[in-house]
């Protein structure tokens, strides 16, 4: 049984994966309030499988908001803590990519962009193989064009095709917990993928 978690977005998204199954799952667009909601939501899960405990965790890394991140992480390794178990890391810009090319086996691959706010997309290209391309913070006319010749998915998209609406746009869906269950088995273990510095400074 693995428990994944994905609050690094605008979703509090968890799921109980059992051999490649969803055994239950919430997937909730709440944008703010992912730490109030995250363990209420995963007791939730644990209650509607009729079991205490995970034997693995996957959490999403990034990249999305510093808090998104740092709630995701922290329950995951509390979680692994309390129940002995492994916590491995996935990206968001993975967890999207995997879902659209499980979905559209016509594709040869995709080009995930998630609004990422301040004027810009975090965005990643992949092919069937895996990553294809850098993830980046980029400006919405950078990022539309790295995207042609591409099919492109994501919460950025409507971004993108303000700029190019010749893109092939195919699904503006954030990332999903549940997903987890279409990566490959081999994950690495968790650790913060923030991709540019927190909104929130220090004060001098």
């Known amino acids: 049984m693995e428990l994944a978690i994905e609050t ?28 109030e909601r995250l363990v209420p939501l995963i007791g939730e899960l644990l209650a509607e499988a009729g079991v205490s405990r995970a034997d693995a965790v996957t959490v999403d890394v ?30 968001s810009t993975e967890l999207v990519a995997a879902a659209v090319l499980a979905a559209r086996a016509d594709l040869d691959g995709v080009y995930v962009a998630f609004d990422a706010s301040r004027g810009e997309v975090y965005a990643q ?7 294809a391309g850098d993830l980046a913070a980029l400006p919405p006319e950078q990022a539309a064009v790295a995207a042609r010749g591409w099919t492109v998915a994501g919460s950025g998209t409507a971004l993108l095709s ?12 954030w990332p999903r917990a549940a997903d987890v269950r279409l990566l490959g088995a081999r994950r690495p ?16």
């Open 189 to 204: 273990a968790a650790r913060p993928l923030y991709v540019r510095p927190p909104d929130a400074k220090v004060p001098a």
């Open 8 to 35: 690094a977005l605008h979703a509090c998204s968890a799921a109980l994966i059992d051999g490649g199954q969803i055994v239950a799952e919430r997937h909730e667009i709440i944008a703010r309030g992912h730490a």
């Open 62 to 91: 990034g990249p999305g908001s510093f808090t998104g991140i740092r709630v995701g992480l922290a329950a995951a390794k509390a979680f692994g803590l309390a129940w002995g178990a492994p916590v491995a890391g996935c990206t």
């Open 125 to 131: 290209r992949f092919d069937r193989a895996g990553a």
């Open 162 to 173: 303000a700029v190019d609406a010749s893109l092939a746009v195919v699904d503006h869906r």
